[in-house]
């Protein structure tokens, strides 16, 4: 095996330390295949040079390995953390890789007389204090819900707190006890306070025998109505109690996971149970499965690579799931796992975490229930993700098809739609979006702002937003003389759609021509007798005869979303254009004497731009922190 290699790699491999780090390897491109850790480098990275791997997907990475690079840390812990931000950070090429772009959502009370209760998103601060993580956005308001119904805890912002003269209609339906015009005190508020977090935080028992006390005492001084209001919070927070599908007894706090693994892709279902509470599941779907050797989880001298790659193919994925989970995330005392992990990872995520972490495999009793409930989940989200990239596959096959194309590889068959909206030719805008592995590229959609031309005029804005997108490409094309763009670099799309018939296909078709581009990728997408939808018929640059796929064609469904997303983006984009440039927007946050702040209880009292400049100076004069003066200066400046 050593032979394929370079001398400079082999030398490199024999003059490691033997030390703990983290080493990454590279292909001719320069493309990262894989990142490893190891107790000791010289160790673990020469057993992948002095061995013959044979055709193993071992062999193949190893093959193509032409630079290394490595750091050298201090202790197992730190070369996990690192290992695992640069697979999340770099994509390698043959590491299970878990993507996720949310956070979790929490629960926040705000830090007040009267702490407000408020979903949230983003870095915690220590002046409040927050509940969860959720695994989700519904649950936490799900739980906001129950707790107004329980506790009527407010959730009103503290500038519209700070301006009532009376409650409001959440008082009325008694999901708010009033506290901004002081219908109660700030002990008993305080109290319910306390008993939210209690319940957040399962003491659920205490607090119903608190309750129950104050019933009965309410009921012995004959104050019968306080009494009744008190049952029916009992009686709400014990439905919900009753609702819970896993009683999870004496652990308070745990997560499940789950994993399956079919067809080629995986799923790792996470049930999240805290205080006492299921609070619902997230799944997550790796990439790069098939090609996945060794996760590097463990690598030392006692675990080799063979070991490692020899092990179930679902215990793979679920380690290289915890240790790129869980390093960011806060991580419960308890998980109970569909399948054995190494007790050595755990070790590392507790010292790294500081939370002592026990892991359960073939759980009884109630833990079972758990694991079951979790793997059932497991199965269903992985037979929806398959049963939806199938159908996604015939889609895109279809319209291939039916244009007579022939992709190298169907997967990366890529379409750039572009669209122009305005109103009137009022604040013109293009949107490109992207369709690419058989579904949209949402991180890839642009917008373009169409300047210079006559308002109203689609065609001068197709040639304008079509040459700014590719006049690089075709540059570049040029540069390489017409071979294959080099990874990394802008390249042509398989097919690029136009919303409109033949005049814009016509305008599409000269910018191309003085690119130097191939007409065969411009299609037009034309509405049908009628513009009904189903009727569209499909323009060629390149002078092929136009042709209507029908009503139920795979195909048009297709091309219609592509087209009708693309219209989505554009007048999402025109809307805000033309918004900020009629009310002044951006004018607004160019006051001076305006700040954040002040800019956010102006949109707050006057429910966004648009009220503000409609208000008269009176109205802002009244506006906490906007002074006379200052209120003419934004009313001029408005006008």
């Known amino acids: 095996m050593s032979e394929a290699h370079s001398e400079q790699l082999l030398s490199e491999v024999a003059a490691l330390p033997a030390l703990p780090g983290v080493y990454r390897y590279f292909d001719a491109d320069g493309g990262l295949l894989y990142v490893g850790k190891a107790l000791n480098l010289k160790r673990r990275v020469s057993s992948y040079f002095q061995k013959d791997h044979g055709g193993t997907r071992i062999g193949h990475m190893v093959s193509k390995i032409v630079r290394m690079e490595t750091t050298v840390v201090r202790s197992e812990a730190e070369a996990l953390l690192l290992e695992n931000n640069l697979i999340k950070t770099q994509n390698p090429k043959y590491n299970i890789l878990f993507r996720d772009d949310k956070s979790y959502p929490y629960l926040k009370l705000a830090s007040h007389a009267y702490p407000r209760m408020a979903y949230y998103r983003g870095t915690v601060e220590k002046k409040h204090r927050y509940f969860g993580p959720y695994p989700s956005a519904w649950a936490v308001k799900e739980t906001i819900q129950l707790l107004q119904k329980v506790f009527r805890l407010r959730t009103c912002e503290d500038t519209v707190f700070n301006n009532r003269s009376r409650p409001c209609l959440l008082y009325q339906i008694k999901r708010c006890s009033g506290p901004c015009v002081d219908l109660v005190s700030a002990e008993d508020y305080a109290r319910d306070v306390a008993d939210a977090e209690r319940f957040l935080r399962g003491e659920t028992q205490a607090v119903m025998g608190e309750m129950e006390s104050r019933m009965m005492a309410h009921a012995e001084r004959l104050e019968f109505e306080q009494a009744a209001e008190i049952r029916n919070q009992m009686s709400a927070l014990s439905k919900v109690l009753h609702q819970q599908a896993v009683d999870t007894g004496s652990d308070q706090d745990a997560d499940i996971l789950a994993v399956r693994v079919q067809g080629g892709r995986a799923c790792v279902n996470l049930a999240m149970v805290r205080g006492g509470r299921h609070l619902g599941d997230r799944p997550y779907f790796p990439v790069h499965v098939e090609d996945a050797v060794n996760p590097g989880l463990l690598d030392d001298a006692d675990a080799s690579a063979e070991e490692r790659s020899e092990l179930p193919v679902e215990v793979r994925v679920l380690e290289a799931f915890i240790a790129q989970h869980y390093p960011g995330v806060p991580v419960p005392p308890l998980l109970v796992t569909s399948v054995p992990v190494d007790k050595r990872l755990l070790a590392t995520l507790s010292e790294q975490t500081g939370v002592r972490i026990a892991a359960v495999h073939n759980p009884r009793e109630q833990r079972r229930i758990w694991l079951e409930m979790a793997q059932t989940n497991a199965d269903l989200q992985l037979a929806r993700l398959l049963s939806e990239e199938g159908s996604?596959?015939?889609?895109?096959?279809?319209?291939?098809?039916?244009?007579?194309?022939?992709?190298?590889?169907?997967?990366?068959?890529?379409?750039?739609?572009?669209?122009?909206?305005?109103?009137?030719?009022?604040?013109?805008?293009?949107?490109?979006?992207?369709?690419?592995h058989h579904k949209m590229q949402n991180s890839e959609y642009?917008?373009?702002n169409i300047e210079g031309i006559t308002g109203g005029d689609d065609y001068a804005a197709m040639r304008q937003v079509l040459t700014r997108r590719y006049g690089k490409v075709a540059e570049a094309l040029r540069e390489a003389g017409g071979a294959a763009p080099a990874p990394g670099q802008a390249r042509l799309p398989d097919l690029v759609l136009v919303d409109g018939g033949k005049g814009q296909v016509s305008m599409a078709r000269e910018v191309f021509e003085s690119l130097g581009l191939s007409l065969s990728v411009i299609v037009g997408v034309e509405k049908g007798e009628g513009r009904k939808v189903g009727l569209e018929e499909l323009v060629f640059a390149d002078g092929r005869d136009k042709i209507y796929l029908g009503r139920d064609s795979a195909a048009l469904m297709l091309v219609a979303q592509i087209r009708d997303e693309a219209h989505r983006f554009a007048i999402t984009g025109m809307r805000a254009q033309r918004a900020k440039v009629r009310v002044g927007a951006s004018r607004l946050e160019d006051i001076a004497g305006v700040g954040p702040k002040k800019r956010a209880r102006l949109l707050q009292r006057f429910g966004g731009v648009r009220g503000v400049a409609a208000a008269s100076v009176e109205d802002l004069s009244m506006v906490e922190g906007i002074s006379r003066d200052l209120a003419e200066e934004i009313y001029r400046a408005l006008h």
Do not use: K, M, Y
């Open 392 to 436: 996604q596959q015939a889609r895109t096959r279809a319209l291939v098809d039916a244009l007579d194309l022939e992709p190298e590889d169907l997967d990366a068959f890529r379409i750039e739609c572009f669209d122009i909206s305005h109103t009137a030719g009022e604040a013109t805008q293009a949107s490109c979006v992207v369709f690419q």
């Open 446 to 448: 642009r917008r373009f």
